[in-house]
T-cell receptor
Framework: NAGVTQTPKFRVLKTGQSMTLLCAQD?????MYWYRQDPGMGLRLIHY???????AKGEVPDGYNVSRLKKQNFLLGLESAAPSQTSVYFC??????????FGPGTRLTVL | GESVGLHLPTLSVQEGDNSIINCAYS??????FIWYKQESGKGPQFIID?????DKRQGQRVTVLLNKTVKHLSLQIAATQPGDSAVYFC?????????????FGAGTQVVVTP
């Protein structure tokens, strides 16, 4: 099993551009999550999903949208990127409240 | 508000010694805790977890201790190795949150010296 994978690994955007980050898991997990990690800080939850077709806001949802059209995929979108969204983004999946398993991350820079 | 926190931002340990990483939590409603290890440039890696009905849980070279009386969680690493150098996070899941959401602390940097 590949576990949790994320694409792309790196991306540079200009302010106002849009992009989508893809997270895929092959463990048949119900729950999936998107976090951002900034220097010297822990992980902050952006959005999460508890099943196919469902999404919910986390701690820092503004400026992001998500979709979970298939159980194995969770997409994070930035409609109009801002420099404040420069961060490392992590996706995680969970088999229902038994711990989360993380992907390798996407390093995003917004100029 | 209630949060998960760590006592020390950086911990230097000599190779072969035991490491103890501490975590204080203030949310008495939390009933599930996890320790993660994050190496530079990688995603957090699950190390060990513990539920609030336990005081201690052991894994391979790691032990997690939970003291509910003083709301304290610790991770002990036996015979620390260079590969243990990383940032360690504790995380908690509040009781009643059935969606598995975790609240993370800021992390402790562990540096293993030869």
């Amino acid at each position: 099993n590949a576990g949790v994978t994320q694409t792309p690994k790196f991306r540079v955007l200009k302010t106002g551009q849009s992009m989508t980050l893809l997270c895929a898991q092959d463990m048949n997990h119900e729950y999936m999550y998107w976090y951002r990690q900034d220097p010297g800080m822990g992980l902050r939850l952006i959005h999460y999903s508890v099943g196919e077709g469902t999404t919910a806001k986390g701690e820092v949802p503004d400026g992001y949208n998500v979709s979970r059209l298939k159980k194995q995929n969770f997409l994070l979108g930035l409609e109009s990127a801002a420099p404040s969204q420069t961060s490392v983004y992590f996706c995680a999946s969970s088999p229902r409240s038994w711990g989360q398993y993380f992907g390798p991350g996407t390093r995003l820079t917004v100029l | 508000g209630e949060s998960v926190g760590l006592h020390l931002p950086t911990l230097s340990v000599q190779e072969g010694d035991n490491s103890i990483i501490n975590c204080a939590y203030s949310n008495s409603a939390s009933d599930y805790f996890i320790w993660y290890k994050q190496e530079s440039g990688k995603g957090p890696q699950f190390i060990i977890d513990i539920r609030s009905n336990m005081d201690k849980r052991q894994g391979q070279r790691v032990t997690v201790l939970l003291n509910k009386t003083v709301k304290h969680l610790s991770l002990q690493i036996a015979a620390t190795q260079p590969g243990d150098s990383a940032v360690y996070f504790c995380a908690e899941n509040p009781r009643g949150d059935s969606w598995g959401k975790l609240q993370f602390g800021a992390g402790t940097q562990v540096v293993v010296t030869p």
